[in-house]
Structure formats: C-alpha cells, structure tokens
C-alpha cells in the first residue's frame, strides 16, 4: 500500500508507540541506505521478517520519522551518515527505540513530499530530486542488492585504472560483489549512479558526459561490469584523493593529470634494492611528469607525483619489496677414473758378447775390468761381427711389470736370451666432492675450491731479428665449481639455473706445451620439489688401447705367433655423476645457522 503525506507547518509531538512487543521480535532491520534513482531520491530499509510501519513528521527542523514495529536492529548496523545532503536528507539516525521498535529518523532541509511502501523485503521512502548523487548505506562499503555480501566482511580497499577497469581487493582476498543487471537505452548518469549505489563507492561523472546505455550483465563483478560500460561509451575512470572516482573521457582524466600539482615522497626498502625497484617503478608513473630516483646509502627512493597517485605508487613500492627465501643447494660431484693396463708377451735377444741390441739384462764388457758391465741402454756393435747376430726385438727396460722370467741358451759362439713378461694393473681414482651454497632467491651463488695454475703463452708474431718470442702467463682456475641462480615458484618449487664443473691440470709430455686441462662440465635447467634429489648430469666415457709388438713374419705365424710378441691391453673408464638437492629455508633455520 503507498500512501503520501505532507509536512505540516507546526511540529508534532513525538510520542511513543502505543503497543508494545510482547515477545521478541522474528523481523530484523539490516541496512538503512539512501540511493539515486532517475528523478528521485528513495531511502530504503531493508528488513528481513514481517513489521508494521509508522511514519510521521515533525518541523524545526524538518524531520521524518519511521517507526518499525516488530523488529530489532541489527548488530552489524554501526555507520554513521556522512553528512551530506542527498536531495535534501542531511542527515539519517536510526536506534533502537523501544523494545521490538527500531526508529529511523531522517532530518531535511525543508518540508517536501514522499511516498512510503513496503516491500517484502524493504521499506522504501521516495522524494523528488532533481539530479543523480552518490549513494550511501550503513553498512557501506557492502553492496545494496539482494546479493550484498555480509556486513561483517573484511574491509576493502578499490583501485581504479585508467582504462576504466576497476579492481576490488579485500584483506582476506573474499570473492568481488557480483551483480546482474539490464540496461534498454538507460542514461549514462542512472547507469553511474546504479553502480555507485550497487558498490558503496563515491563515482562522480565528468561534465558534459551524455549518452544512454543498452546492455546486459549476468552475474559479474561489479568492476568488471563498470569497466565494460565504461570501455563501451569512450570513457576512463581515475580514483581521486580519498577514494573517490571520477568517470570522464581519457583527454579530460589527462588534462586533470597534467594540471594536478606533483607531491614528493621518501619510501625506505627494507630487502629489495633500490636501484632494482625504481626500474620497475618507472613504468607506472605518470608520463613527463613523474620521477623516481633511487638513494643507494639509504636504500630509499624518491618518488615525485601527482597527488592522487602518489600512495598508489608508494604501496607498489612496498609491495615489491618483501623479503626474498633463502635457498641452500647442496650438489654432489662423483668422478671415477679407472685404467686397466695388461700386458704379455716374449722378447728375444740373439748376440754375442761385443754384438746386442739388449737393453733387459746386463753384459759383461769384454774391455773392462772382471765383473765390469756395460751402461745400461749402451749397444755396443761390431760391424765386423758374425754373419748372424743382433736379432732381437727386446729394446726396452723391465720396469713395473709383474711377472719378468729370463732363460737364456747357447747357440754356438751366440747367445740367445728369452724374455717372459707380464703385468696386470687397475689405477682407480675416485673422486667426491659435496660443495655445499645458500642464497637468495633470484640470486646468482658461485663456489670454486681448486687452485690457479699458472699457463705459460708464447707470442710467437712478437719475434723479431735476431729476439727470442715474448711469453706472458696466465692463470687457469682448475677444481670443483658450482655455480647455482635458483627462484622459488609459488607453488614452493625451486627452479634453477645450474653450471657444475670438475677440472684437472695434466703435465704433458713436452715442455714446450704445458698443461693440459681436464674439465667435465654440465650446465641445465631444472624444477624440483623442495628437499628432492635430482641427477642433473652422468656421463661415461671409455677408451680401449691395444699394442702389439713382435719379430717380423714370425709374430703373425698362426698358433705360435703370440711366442714372437709382445702384446699391450690398456682400457680407460671414467664415469661423471652431479646430483642436487634445494632446499627452502624458514625464519627459523635462517636464525640457527646464523653465527
């Protein structure tokens, strides 16, 4: 039922309820809230249960007054009017006025007409206005609709970008109000007005913005839902100081920028650098009049801009600078180098005294003293010697072999001289290393242990008549290193960047060459678990060397050839194994390990 009153010149007297609630009231009144509606002002009620509705005037000042009965307050009503006059409310009170009675008083700039109906849900009072203003709520920043979220929400904070998407964020990260909504050639002033009543926000539209809008929402956020029917009609909207927006075309929200005066502010990083940070800074500020300059003795920037985005700007600063995971790497560097060496066969002599080529067994000289040998790897020769002599294929010394059996006959004026060797030998070395690095997240951590040796190099272009070449040295680093650049995902895995080397330093046989440097290297990416193992590299690499020697013809008779030869097996193995374990430090164990 709707029924229409007038203020009366002369004020009434407030007088209380005549029935009391006998028991406690079922009704709840939850919202209290003045929005704009095209050509209208509605103060709405929002009462969940059945009441009854009393309403009645009073003058000097110029008041309303509703008496709900049945009904209690709810506890989540707590906002007081902001004071601002909504087609003349200039301010809205509500209490609870008597037990199962919840007065609600809105006070006027003067007498004027007004409806009252009540809805199932709501009871609403409407008044004439004029022109569209910001809606306000007690239970504000909540949504007006029947799909608010609950009043004791977590509250939120709103940010607005130029493109005219809006973004809504609230402390406990709780879904965005979500709205459904049908616009058929609506004007772009309700459709502003309805969102800021929807939202709870303060959107003021730029002069001269016209339009009408035609569109349908089905369960959106509201921002998205703004920022859609802002992108449809050319328009931006732009959060101005105290969280108010401001909806206009991209050129005025520009002009605005341009003409707003530039503040300065100091904000202190605690973990990130600064110079890092005002990189990433530079790109949100507000072109050729914005500025950031990082001070590296205090690990501060300073930042220079409009008044209305400066605190946006200095939270992105904060919020870049958090404090970065420690990651410690332990890597393990198994390296196994094994030769086998076998070696078999017959070496002969065939000579005399004065005539041999045998360097295995010591001969009497002749010439010398009794019991006086010749020096070892001496040949003597006599070119008017026998017809046969000097047959051998035994030039080498005995050295290390396992197994050396001589047996020696005469034939005729020569003598012959056998020789069996053998030898079997395994050289192995093992080599383990566990380096053993922490770091910080997206930071690159190298550890080398080894030595410098030092290379000597040859100019041989500087070589000039009748000079000597110019040589310089250098320094080699040779050992193991481990070079580690780890980031933490936000899932709690390590990814990493990962370079492990071994290297040795060989003399080689001639002097003139130096060093030659073994190196197994292995550089990969890879994404583990927390804590897990993985095989980042293996590698085995085998050499097989095989050597005959022998008398010529009688080495390659079948059967007995092996008698006439002499045979050298030699194989080389080396294996490569790098695993890595990451592992994410805590606050805790950062604090223990420190000294």
């Known amino acids: 039922m709707i029924r229409f009153h007038r203020f009366a010149l002369a004020a009434l007297l407030l007088a209380a309820p005549s029935v009391a609630a006998a028991t406690p009231p079922d009704a709840e009144v939850t919202a209290v809230s003045v929005v704009s509606a095209p050509g209208r002002a509605d103060l709405v009620i929002d009462v969940s249960g ?339 002599s000097a047959i051998a294929n035994a030039n080498s010394e005995i050295n290390g072999s396992a197994l050396d059996l001589v047996w020696s006959t005469a034939l005729g004026g020569f003598s012959l001289t056998t020789f069996l060797s053998a030898l079997q030998r395994i050289d192995l070395a093992d080599i383990q290393a566990e380096p053993l690095i922490t770091t910080l997240d997206n930071r690159k951590a190298d550890i080398l242990v080894g030595e410098e040796t030092p290379v000597r190099i040859v100019d041989y272009s500087s070589v000039g008549t009748g000079g000597a070449p110019r040589a310089t040295v250098q320094f080699k680093e040779t050992g193991i290193r481990l070079t580690v650049t780890p980031r933490v995902t936000n899932n709690g895995q390590v990814l990493m960047e990962i370079e492990t080397e071994r290297s040795a330093v060989q003399t080689l046989a001639a002097a003139d060459l130096g060093f030659n440097i073994q190196t197994q290297r292995a550089s990969n990416q890879l994404l583990v678990n927390d804590g897990q193992t993985a095989v980042i590299g293996g590698l085995t690499v085998t050499s097989v060397t095989r050597a005959r020697s022998g008398i010529p013809l009688l080495s390659g008779l079948p059967i007995v050839g092996g008698l006439f030869s002499f045979t050298t097996n030699t194989e080389n193995r080396k294996d490569l194994i790098i695993l890595v374990t990451p592992r994410i430090l805590d606050d805790e164990e950062v604090a223990a390990a420190a000294p």
């Open 50 to 388: 059945a009441v009854s509705v009393r309403d009645f005037t009073l003058a000097n000042p110029a008041r309303l007054v509703l008496d709900l009965t049945g009904a209690r307050l709810s506890p989540a009503m707590r906002a007081a009017y902001d004071g601002m006059n909504r087609a003349g409310i200039v301010n809205v009170r509500y209490a609870q006025y008597a037990p199962g009675v919840v007065r609600v008083v809105l006070e006027l700039d003067a007498v004027r007409e007004y409806s009252v109906e009540r809805g199932d849900a709501a009871v609403r009072v409407s008044f004439g206005a004029d022109r569209a203003f910001l809606a306000w709520s007690s239970t504000a920043p909540a949504a007006l609709a029947a799909e608010r979220p609950d009043a004791s929400a977590a509250p939120r904070s709103r940010e607005v970008t130029p493109a005219g998407a809006v973004a809504l964020r609230t402390a406990s990260q709780d879904p965005q109000p979500r709205m459904t909504a049908t616009w058929d050639n609506a004007e772009i002033a309700d459709v502003v007005a309805g969102f800021a009543a929807f939202s709870g926000r303060s959107i003021i539209l730029g002069k001269d913005i016209t339009g009408t809008v035609s569109a349908e929402i089905k369960d959106q956020p509201w921002p998205a839902a703004l920022g859609a029917v802002l992108a449809a009609q050319g328009l931006s909207a732009q959060e101005m100081p105290g969280g108010i927006i401001r909806v206009d075309s991209p050129q005025a929200l520009s002009a605005l920028d341009s003409l707003e005066p530039l503040s300065t502010q100091l904000v202190r990083l605690n973990y990130a650098k600064a110079a890092e940070v005002a990189k990433s800074t530079e790109g949100i500020l507000t072109k050729g009049r914005g500025s950031v300059v990082p001070d590296t003795a205090s690990n501060s920037l300073i930042i220079t801009e409009t008044r209305s985005r400066l605190d946006r700007v200095s939270d992105f600063v904060r919020r870049l600078d958090v404090r970065t995971p420690q990651v410690s790497i332990q890597a393990k560097i198994i390296f196994v180098d094994r030769t086998d060496l076998m070696a078999l066969g017959f070496q002969y002599d065939l000579g005399d005294d004065n005539q041999f080529f045998n360097q295995l067994v010591q001969r009497q000289d002749p010439n010398g003293e009794p019991g006086e040998t010749f020096e070892p790897n001496v040949n003597v020769i006599d070119l008017g010697g026998n017809a046969v």
